[in-house]
């Protein structure tokens, strides 16, 4: 190259920073993209909701899923991947949950402990208001919503 | 032409343009997922818990937001927005000022969602957003069941 800043030897394109800068950039897409992929039911469509807040994960909780079938009009319960026909069902085992999280806290109840209730979008209310009522009858007054942050 | 011996193994270095033809392959890869990710976003509620009774209660000023069958939502039984529109720019306008009224009055801003049984959740995760967004947290949701 012409009319260089003086020195003598043209330098030559540098191999190793640019796969440092790759590399860097690929590991920087690698999390952001394997560490919030959704770890919800396949068979659940989560509603959108881009204005919600990032969900905390630090907190100790139990997820209910509530699948919808279209076909059969019916809406299954699973909380630890054991399915469920009635909301009531869940009562027993948020109960156990509840009191299992609060042990684990220094004595007395867990009060950030929470029901994360992730409902499909096509759910008749109802079916979420079951599913509050068995966390309500369980003792958890805190209910999270999940939706994702886009359709 | 010399023809090289097949057995005689030469060392030809570790081959970077294969390397960083792959690396960028992979790169493409993520940066167009990272675009597609979907991230789990929540929505917090409280259910209503016993008050205590030694103390005296305040009466909240309690907006109403109901849920028809058809996903039409009215706030205190006036109809906002169309049942199609999942954006709900006319109930969030008016939920943020009623956000900015309850904040000037430094009363608390207290919403109940009552959604009909048969309506769908999405309405009801749609009007939470509509909540969301005006910074109202203190919501409760409740099914209005036929009896």
Redesign the interface.
Known sequence: MAGGGGGGDEPEFQVAPMIDVLLTILIFFMTITSAQVLKTDRTIKLPAAPDAQKKDNMRSEAIVNVRWNPASKKAVFVYDDVEHQHGSDLEPLLKKAREVASRKIAQGQNPNFRVVIRGDQDLPALYISQAMNAAGEAGISDISFSAASKD | MKRLPVNDEIYIGFQ?AP??DV??V??LF??V??GA?????????????TAETSGSADFVDEQIIT?SPEGEVSLNDEPFDSAKS?ALPQLKATLMRLKQNADAAKTPCTVTII????????????V???L??AGISSVT???N?EE
């Open positions: 970077i390397m960083i690396v960028f992979i790169m993520f940066m997922m990272a990710v979907r991230v789990e976003k929540e929505l917090n509620s409280q259910l209503p818990g849920i999942r959604s009909d049984e048969t309506a769908k959740y999405s309405r009801t995760v749609d939470l957003d509509a969301a967004v949701f409740t099914v069941e």
